[in-house]
């Protein structure tokens, strides 16, 4: 559940405009809807232009006082006026008591914290990117109303879709408990099996700011897990090499070009805040790490040894030897096993609580098969030996509640009775 955050200070809009016309009557709630829809596409729209410029970003207060009404109007006097105007819309209209009359309520709540600063800047670029979406998905499917009933309904079995758009760089298994949460807030809410766009806005928005956290502090984990600590300096050549494993089960062409245009912090910050700056700024393609494992400090050292971080020590031939000998296993099995498992487990039909959690299962074995994939081409050779076993060990996991999810099904009467009989002859 949202919480409305409550400020101390003027509207940042307000601090920015010049003339005073705070006694403008109140526009209509369509016009200040229509409004707010057009600035969020051109805000988006102009945010693309800078990227492509390497110019910076403009909050959004800025962006609607200088860019926005200028390039719709191109008079000062029109520009604090219509200022005003959407001032006073989302003042009124973000009150709680409209809850219950305003339709779009929770879009002009966010919009005007957008405004407020209550939100950072990236939080504003997610918002645009997960809206924009949104509405590609809309378009696509249009024709044939598969994913919206009508504009602001979003159905429950096209969430998963959703979210592997939204969130590609996180993990399967959290993108499905992700659904599964949304969908049990959407009945908690609406008593129905969909979501309200805007609350779908509202809830992956913060959502993403603890996926943010958490990626922070997996950053600066794994600084001290690659032992970085230990140099007196850290070179751009090291922050890259150890930047490009968190991207190493992304698509290996988007990666390279993603590492050329790579722009490092300046060099008069710390190696830890270098380091932890440039991961960070990777959060775009990539939501959430997890750690490689390795079986010692020795074993960190033969892999740095691999990826050219360390400069020494270590046996490089001994990792070499373990990841010649998992990956010749893990091809031999991938296609032939593992695949017709996955397929067997994500296509099975029993009930919602057993689906589920062989989806969940499914959703582990797909992470840790990107895992692998990625600990292999970087030769990190005990990593890719961990991966190995626990993928075989969540097989077994899920063959077992799938035979037992069968057995539920399709034993019948007599057959329990046998059993029962058999126990209680044992006794």
Known sequence: MWKKKWRMTPSRLLQIV????????????????????????????????????HRELLPLPEFVYHEYIPM????????????????????????????????????????????????????????????????????????????FEEEIWILFNHIPLLLESIFDGACNEYRHGLALRLQALALYEYK???????????????ESQQLSQQFDHSCKLLYFHFQLSNFDTVTDQQIRQASQWLLSDRPLESVQALMQDLALPSTELTPFDRFVDTCKSLFKWKQQIKLPKFQSSEGIKENLCVLGIWGGGGNPKKNIVIVDLVSSRWETIKDRVIRPIIELLANSHFDDSDRFELQRMVSQIQDYTHSITAALSLRHGWHAFLLYTEILSAILNGLESFDQAYLKYNVTRQEIETYLLSLEEKL
């Open 18 to 53: 010049q003339g005073e016309y705070s006694n403008r009557p109140l526009r209509t709630f369509r016009w200040l809807i229509n409004v707010i829809d057009d600035i969020f596409d051109c805000k988006n729209k102009s945010d693309e232009s800078c990227i492509r410029e």
């Open 72 to 147: 719709k109007f191109g008079v000062k006097q029109l520009v604090d006026q219509m200022c005003w105007d959407i001032h006073n819309g989302v003042q009124h209209y973000a009150k709680p008591e409209m809850e219950q009359e305003v339709p779009n309520y929770m879009e002009i709540v966010t919009f005007k914290e957008f405004l407020d600063d209550d939100w950072v800047l990236d939080d504003l670029c997610f918002y645009l990117l997960v809206k924009l979406t949104l509405l590609k998905a809309r378009q696509v499917v249009l024709a044939s109303k598969l994913l």
């Open 192 to 206: 129905t099996p969909k979501l309200h766009r805007d609350m779908f806005l509202r809830w992956l928005l913060d």
